[in-house]
């Protein structure tokens, strides 16, 4: 059974850092496509940052570029988003997610229809 649990979600003041984790059971990363996505109140979930399976390539939101890091570490099967300079518009509820053979949606993987297995969320407020 496939299990994704996110932490380290919380309330952070503009300009802040945060790091969420995801441990993933069930499978290993290795060969998996994986992402980080986001939801906030009364928004469509959107794709934050993924890392393709197929070819290593990195994905990242116009919106995050340059300020968080999506990476992972095999020995502990688990990925991070590494989230810098916190804006209140990054408010949201973060997901993990990770799928083996990710379809393109838009052009890129890194959309919610594509991925399959999914964390249950941790909350991420920017304020002060």
């Known amino acids: 059974q496939v299990q994704l649990v996110e932490s380290g979600g919380g309330l952070v003041q503009p300009g802040g850092s945060l790091r969420v984790s995801c441990v993933v059971s069930g499978h290993t990363l290795h060969g998996y496509a994986m992402g980080w996505f986001r939801q906030a109140p009364g928004k469509e979930r959107e794709g934050v940052s993924c890392?393709?399976?197929?070819?290593?390539?990195?994905y990242y939101a116009d919106s995050v570029k340059g300020r968080f890091t999506i990476s992972k570490d095999s020995a502990k099967n688990t990925m991070y988003l590494q989230m810098n300079s916190l804006k209140p518009e990054d408010t949201a509820v973060y997901y993990c997610?990770?799928?083996?053979?990710?379809?393109?949606?838009?052009?890129?993987?890194?959309?919610?229809?594509?991925?399959?297995?999914w964390g249950q969320g941790t909350q991420v407020t920017v304020s002060s």
């Open positions: 890392i393709n399976n197929n070819d290593g390539s990195t």
């Open positions: 997610a990770t799928d083996y053979s990710p379809e393109e949606y838009g052009g890129n993987i890194c959309h919610p229809w594509s991925f399959s297995n």
